[in-house]
């Protein structure tokens, strides 16, 4: 090994050795163990997704979930036949459609209170490990729901109990609140290029 490849080679030893100094002094500092809760916000595609594919790794582990939709309602979703018949998993689509579909703000307002009563009982419930609550946030921009309820109920949840929330928009209270929020940017869409949407990529 020439002397310039082996001064890039200790360079690089130097480095990974202090990243994981860091690392492993993150690790020694969280010693909380409860469950957290996820806010998936954002104009981006792929929110109901990884809150879906993050349920998919806790029932991996024999967790226990459930999944409350709040919007999507007019056509069984590839998630729902997929995921609704797992012995692990309640799965509840309480929407009528998308609010342009319906055009009935007390129908939407009715089924997201209906919605809500039910995910209250999850959100109460210790053998329920891992909570997805699909399209909550839009509740609150129309104002179907209180977020002062969620909260308190995220709040006074059992203490091992994992909750993810998606929506491309959510109330400052939520945000300030959880625990993990990530935001999801939209670079590019294949539908604004005309491009039909599909079976197992949009639903």
């Known amino acids: 090994m020439s002397q310039e490849n082996e001064v890039q080679r200790s360079t690089y030893i130097a480095k990974q050795l202090k990243k994981k100094e860091v690392v492993d002094a993150r ?4 010693t909380q163990e409860r469950g957290v809760t996820i806010l998936l916000t954002g104009n981006g595609k792929g929110k109901s997704s990884s809150a879906f594919g993050t349920m998919a790794r806790s029932l991996g582990h024999q967790k226990r979930a459930a999944v409350i939709q709040f919007i999507k309602g007019r056509k069984e979703t590839g998630e ?7 012995p692990n998993v309640e799965f509840h689509v309480m929407g009528h459609g998308f609010t342009w579909e319906t055009r009935d ?3 939407e307002k009715t089924a997201a209170e209906q919605a809500w009563q039910q995910a209250l009982i999850y959100l109460q419930d210790p053998n329920i490990d891992f909570v ?4 909550i946030t839009y509740m609150y921009k129309y104002g179907h729901l209180e977020v002062a309820d969620l909260i308190a109920a995220l709040n006074t949840r059992p203490n091992h109990q994992n909750v993810m929330m998606t929506g491309r928009t959510a109330p400052r209270e939520l945000m300030e609140m959880v625990d993990t929020h990530s935001k999801i940017a939209d670079e590019r869409h294949a539908f604004r290029a005309g491009l039909k949407a599909q ?5």
């Open 199 to 203: 079976a197992g990529i949009e639903w």
């Open 27 to 30: 690790i020694a500092a969280a």
């Open 80 to 86: 729902q036949l997929f995921f609704a018949s797992h």
């Open 132 to 135: 997805l609550l699909d399209e």
């Open 105 to 107: 703000p007390e129908l």
